[in-house]
């Protein structure tokens, strides 16, 4: 399955129809009516879907990247700065936490220290930014990262990387 975000936030597959978040194409309340409306996902590859704890400041990226991730078969719930992160890693104790590095406030290097520092290894902790030189991802693994996903997010190697953990 490929999923792509044109220029204009729009949503959708290679000749597929487009949609944009918060659009109404079922009749209900934007984003939250179409995940309602979508099926339970089919696990039919055999891969185990953890917990993700998705921290993303942009609603539309966090929108877009959680029903694509719920669409898959993943248990999604969503922070939208560093600090409901931190608090939501903590009381949630999801697998796996998808963390924009650039939240304002409470950076994602940070919300990586404090989230690692009060759960230890057992949480796996994913970067996710627009840069992917070697010294960006040095960064991330001395903040605490185990992995490190580029946007635009490649959606197998996003599944690939949230399926390790499982």
Do not use: C, W
Not at 39 to 61: F, Q, T, W, Y
Not at 84 to 90: I, P, R, T, Y
């Amino acid at each position: 399955m490929s999923l792509r975000v044109d220029s204009s936030g729009a949503v959708g597959g290679p000749g597929g129809p487009r949609v944009r978040a918060g659009e109404d194409v079922l009749g209900g309340d934007g984003p939250g009516a179409i995940r309602e409306a979508i099926p339970e996902a089919r696990m039919d590859d055999g891969l185990a879907r953890p917990h993700v704890l998705l921290i993303e400041d942009s609603e539309d990226n966090r929108e877009m990247l959680r029903m694509l991730l719920e669409l898959d078969g993943f248990r999604v719930d969503v922070a939208a700065d560093g600090e409901q992160g931190v608090k939501q890693a903590v009381a949630l104790r999801p697998h796996v936490a998808l963390v924009d590095l650039g939240l304002p406030a409470l950076d994602g290097y940070e919300v990586a220290r404090q989230v690692r520092a009060a759960l230890g290894p057992s949480i796996r902790l994913v970067a996710l930014t627009g840069y992917g030189q070697p010294e960006d991802r040095a960064r991330t693994a001395a903040a605490g990262f185990d992995a490190h996903v580029t946007k635009p997010v490649d959606h197998d190697a996003l599944k690939a990387v949230l399926t390790a953990s499982a």
